[in-house]
């Protein structure tokens, strides 16, 4: 079921290549040297809260995509990202994004944007490269890991941008808003791990964790939707905010066993380039998730969770230094299976140097403190400290027909 509206994309995009005008393909290798220390990672079968443990570090793959780009008429474009993480996932390579980008020309100062099929909602301000990559660092924030774990939009995106230009104004603003499904499952993560810091988001038809989760299902037959703003003023500073709803039911479950999880959060940040060299990000996120079908009662389980960041990033000549510190929280306040408290922070800081015109080098060391009690279940203290060190070597390449 969860299927059908890419399948549907599918068909439209062979019927459309007969009107190709133009076609352009982005893709990048990132191979890495890796290593961990501190409890086995979640995506390896244990709670740990990066994406390597040392199990799996030394030489291994970060990412490999194509991301290619049909532009069907003047203002309209299938879009799509294909990926690999080398981790033994359901399917070997795999499907990110997957839409229909649609762009009228700009009239009376408004520039109108939609988008349908399978992406990412606007909210991450440090995932600006392809196919959703980070630009500043190699691991993204715990709150941009969570995004790209939990959630894809599966539906329709309308945005309207007014464009200050047209009046002198070197700055624009633009409301957004989405009605999706396919997400039901959304939150779960949270409550069975909590936050992490992790560049492995998940993909369309696979899974994250061992026993495995996928997020991508349509339980109660009902939509959600998000709805945000976002302001850009001098090509200096922008801010967003944006309201999310999933209105889940609680209740529902699927024959697989699959349940929906209600889950809200609302998210607030801002990107400050004061310069050429100086680029600052801060950004939060506050909202709860519930799963159970008594409403609002003590039976059900409901939890609060809080994530924020802040990030300072120098760059010169062909090197940039980023510096990142994140906060992250989760509080059980019913239910069984708790407590499923984590009180977290980390810091990540990053070099990278430009090696040509495609050939980038990135080195990450990264420090995460956490406390979560169900690690004593798998005999291990609730209090864990982790370290990751990476260092990647990146070709991008980008070919047009």
């Not at 570090?57 to 879009?79: F, K």
């Not at 389980?301 to 990033?313: D, I, P, T």
């Not at 810091?347 to 169900?374: M, R």
């Amino acid at each position: 079921m969860r299927r059908a509206p890419l399948l549907a994309l599918l068909v439209l995009s062979t019927l459309a290549a007969r009107g190709q005008d133009r076609l352009t393909l982005d893709g990048a290798v990132d191979l890495r040297w890796v290593h961990a220390s501190g409890e086995t990672s979640f995506q390896n079968g244990g709670l740990g809260i990066t994406r390597f443990d040392p199990d799996h570090d030394g030489l291994e793959l970060g990412r490999a995509l194509l991301a290619p780009n049909l532009r069907i008429t003047d203002i309209v474009s299938l879009q799509g990202v294909f990926d690999t993480y080398g981790d033994h996932n359901r399917n070997p390579a795999d499907v990110s994004e997957f839409y229909l980008d649609i762009r009228p020309f700009p009239w009376n100062s408004v520039r109108w944007r939609a988008r349908l099929g399978a992406f990412y909602m606007p909210v991450s301000l440090e995932n600006r490269g392809v196919g959703w990559s980070e630009v500043y660092s190699i691991t993204p924030s715990a709150l941009n890991s969570w995004i790209g774990e939990e959630f894809r939009t599966i539906g329709a995106e309308v945005e309207g941008r007014w464009l200050g230009a047209s009046h002198g104004y070197l700055g624009d603003f633009a409301l957004v808003g989405a009605i999706y499904g396919w997400n039901d499952p959304a939150g779960a993560l949270l409550a069975e791990r909590g936050f992490a810091l992790s560049d492995r988001p998940s993909t369309l038809f696979g899974y994250l964790g061992s026993p495995p989760l996928d997020f991508y299902h349509e339980i109660d037959h009902r939509p959600g939707y998000y709805g945000g703003l976002s302001w850009r003023h001098h090509d200096r500073l922008e801010v967003r905010a944006l309201r999310y709803d999933n209105r889940g039911d609680p209740a529902a479950e699927n024959a697989a066993g699959n349940y929906a999880w209600h889950t809200r959060f609302t998210s607030l940040g801002a990107r400050l380039e004061p310069d050429a060299h100086w680029t600052f990000i801060a950004q939060d996120l506050d909202g709860n998730t519930a799963v159970g079908s008594d409403n609002e009662g003590e039976e059900q389980f409901y939890l609060k969770m809080r994530a924020a960041f802040a990030l300072a990033s120098f760059e010169w000549a062909r090197e940039r230094l980023t510096a990142r510190y994140d906060g992250f929280h989760t509080h059980q306040l019913s239910g069984e299976f708790g407590p499923r408290n984590q009180d977290g922070h980390a810091w990540t800081f990053a070099f990278s140097h430009e090696l040509g015109e495609d050939w980038q080098l990135v080195a990450e060391w990264l420090k995460v403190a956490s406390s979560f009690p169900p690690r004593l279940l798998l005999g291990i203290a609730a209090d864990q400290t982790q370290t990751q060190f990476q260092l990647a070597v990146r070709y991008n390449f980008d070919l047009r027909w």
